[in-house]
């Protein structure tokens, strides 16, 4: 394959028709000057397909995906390659998972439950890469839980560690992301059942009626009545 065919092929995979307009872009500000600052990369596969055929390129579709992975991987090692947004979008709910589990202070709130694993990490968050504008970031505020297992061998302590966060990435150009920074800044675990227990204890007793003495009834009874 030819250097200025390589060229145009990878411009296409970062979104453009042509290596010239990549270059404006970089003028422009719109696509970083080198992929040094660059941690995640989109891939756009149709237009790398559609420039591919117009050069005559050689390789099928496949081979050709190959071997921009290979090259991105070769030149730029620490740059993670998505096949969609949806993709992307999906890397970034893993990555959440992963470092509310990993975070010391969510597994020092998880050690206070007596929890037998973890049945949940739950997050409800939507995540749309795609719309962020380049040179803009997408940022999202993280509240929810990890939901525990309880086990039934040792005194129920709770089950839910409550978590907050933020996830931050800075889109850096058509197809192109900075590093994810994920982080928790509040771990808690979830008291309110000991509340509810103290409340229904609280209910019952004000529901309880004092049970007359019977035994000391007939007794009294029994002692004005006549001999």
């Known amino acids: 394959?030819?250097?200025?065919?390589?060229?145009?092929?990878?411009?296409?995979?970062?979104?453009?028709?042509?290596?010239?307009?990549?270059?404006?872009?970089?003028?422009?500000?719109?696509?970083?000057?080198?992929?040094?600052?660059?941690?995640?990369?989109?891939?756009?596969?149709?237009?790398?397909?559609?420039?591919?055929?117009?050069?005559?390129?050689?390789?099928?579709?496949?081979?050709?995906?190959?071997?921009?992975?290979?090259?991105?991987?070769?030149?730029?090692?620490?740059?993670?390659?998505?096949?969609?947004?949806?993709?992307f979008d999906n890397y970034l709910r893993e990555h959440v998972d992963q470092v509310v589990i990993e975070d010391d202070d969510v597994n020092s709130e998880m050690a206070n439950a007596n929890y037998d694993g973890i049945d949940e990490v739950y997050f409800d968050f939507e995540v749309e890469s795609e719309n962020v504008p380049v040179g803009g970031s997408l940022e999202i505020n993280l509240n929810g839980h990890v939901g525990l297992g309880i086990d039934t061998e040792r005194p129920y302590a709770g089950h839910k560690v409550n978590v907050e966060g933020f996830l931050t990435v800075d889109r850096l150009g058509s197809q192109c992301f900075g590093s994810v920074d994920c982080q928790v800044t509040k771990a808690e675990l979830d008291r309110n059942w000991e509340m509810t227990t103290m409340m229904a204890s609280h209910r019952r007793a004000a529901y309880r009626k004092p049970m007359p003495n019977c035994w000391a009834s007939n007794c009294m009874r029994l002692a004005i009545s006549p001999m």
Not at 42 to 49: C, G, H, I, M, N
Not at 55 to 81: C, M, N, V, W, Y
């Open 1 to 87: 394959m030819q250097l200025g065919h390589a060229q145009q092929l990878i411009v296409a995979a970062l979104g453009y028709k042509s290596l010239a307009a990549y270059q404006a872009a970089q003028v422009a500000a719109l696509e970083p000057q080198d992929l040094g600052n660059v941690h995640h990369v989109v891939v756009d596969y149709d237009q790398l397909d559609q420039r591919a055929s117009e050069l005559g390129a050689a390789p099928t579709p496949s081979q050709l995906h190959e071997l921009i992975d290979a090259a991105f991987k070769e030149r730029a090692p620490r740059t993670h390659i998505h096949a969609s947004h949806a993709d």
